[in-house]
């Protein structure tokens, strides 16, 4: 109920900041009410809102908060008594909200980084900002806050744990002591470090003795440090790490004749960033066993019995005769030539021979079939 007998306030003092009117008004001590009634109007809603109940009559200060910067607002009071009667409006004034501090002069994105995106900005001049929001979107062009950085001074973030070759977007504010966000800045596209490139054309020989020789293309880049070679007994076992180079080669040695492995290589640069291991491995062999020999003489003569065969492979390097007969069998190492004459053999006792042929690497054929001869 309206009592124009309660005071009025017409005297009401302002003084804005950015989010924030603090009011100040002449005191009515002696005067007959309870407290005031502060109410709010603006462009947005131009009818008077309550907006305060200051129930202490001796106050005369008071600050409205939460405010939009570089707004217009109008304020009035009122007074009330303990009946809940007010008094008529008093002076209507208009106050502005300080303008949003400027955005940030300079803000810049560097890329190609690995893992990572670095923000850095030039520190902004306005005393009043304690720190720094960041904002990322993805491709679906929906900012939203990944950091706080504290400080005015402060002058970088760093977007850590990205997969590579990932695009965002990224726009920084500064924000004030009391929290108010400057005005947006410059939007920074930026993305994350490419992986090397795949290694192609991966081939694994399959006629050498012992090893096996691994080649493949190596694609000019700039940042590469080293190649990984993965190894599998099997395509459909693990792959595991079997060595790195720096060249676009590698031997693998192998013990046994006829094993056959799997292998992929992958790309490494400087910064530790692996190309993908290809989906598929390259089977690569060594040479089997050797080929048996063919004794092609078993026969006797008066300085023994000549045996003479044919190697069947020309990885043969030297041959091993196993003599069957006799009291005991007897083994001739070391021979170099295609042909033994083993004096050793005894008049009427009839004696069988086979032939095992030997490479570079100890690599044995099987025996050949068995030839019989007597002296």
Do not use: C
């Not at 002449?26 to 502060?38: D, S, V």
């Not at 806050?145 to 726009?171: C, G, H, M, W």
């Not at 056959?260 to 062999?285: A, C, F, H, I, W």
């Amino acid at each position: 109920m309206l009592d124009e007998n309660l005071p009025k306030v017409e005297k009401l003092k302002s003084m804005s900041d950015m989010s924030d009117v603090a009011f100040e008004w002449e005191p009515l001590y002696g005067e007959n009410f309870k407290g005031f009634y502060l109410y709010r109007a603006s462009v947005e809603e131009p009818e008077f809102k309550l907006i305060a109940t200051l129930k202490d009559k001796f106050q005369t200060h008071y600050v409205d908060s939460g405010l939009q910067p570089d707004t217009l607002y109008q304020y009035m009071m009122r007074t009330f008594n303990k009946q809940g009667h007010i008094s008529g409006p008093g002076k209507v004034v208009e106050v502005r909200t300080q303008v949003r501090p400027e955005a940030l002069s300079f803000v810049q994105a560097l890329t190609n980084l690995p893992g990572r995106i670095k923000l850095i900005w030039r520190p902004h001049y306005d005393l009043r900002i304690n720190a720094y929001r960041i904002e990322r979107a993805g491709e679906d062009g929906k900012f939203k806050k990944i950091a706080t950085v504290k400080n005015r001074l402060s002058a970088e973030y760093i977007d850590e744990d990205l997969r590579a070759n990932e695009r965002f977007s990224y726009r920084v504010f500064a924000l004030t002591f009391d929290g108010v966000q400057s005005e947006p800045g410059e939007i920074l596209h930026a993305l994350s470090k490419a992986l090397p490139p795949e290694v192609t054309q991966l081939s694994a020989s399959t006629d050498l003795s012992g090893k096996i020789l691994l080649t493949w293309d190596a694609p000019a880049y700039e940042d590469f440090s080293y190649f990984k070679i993965y190894a599998s007994s099997s395509s459909f076992l693990p792959f595991s790490l079997l060595a790195k180079s720096d060249k676009n080669s590698y031997e693998d040695r192998v013990s046994g004749a006829g094993v056959r492995k799997q292998y992929k290589v992958t790309m490494v640069d400087k910064d530790g960033l692996e190309s993908p291991l290809p989906k598929n491995g390259v089977e690569g062999r060594t040479l089997g066993i050797l080929a048996s020999p063919s004794i092609i003489l078993a026969q006797s003569t008066s300085e023994g019995i000549i045996v003479e065969w044919s190697d069947n492979d020309a990885r043969a390097v030297e041959y091993e005769v196993k003599r069957y007969g006799g009291e005991q069998s007897a083994i001739f190492k070391g021979i170099k030539e295609k042909r033994l004459k083993d004096i050793k053999a005894l008049p009427g006792v009839e004696y069988s021979y086979e032939v095992v042929a030997i490479d570079e690497l100890g690599v044995r054929s099987e025996p050949s079939i068995r030839v019989k001869a007597a002296q």
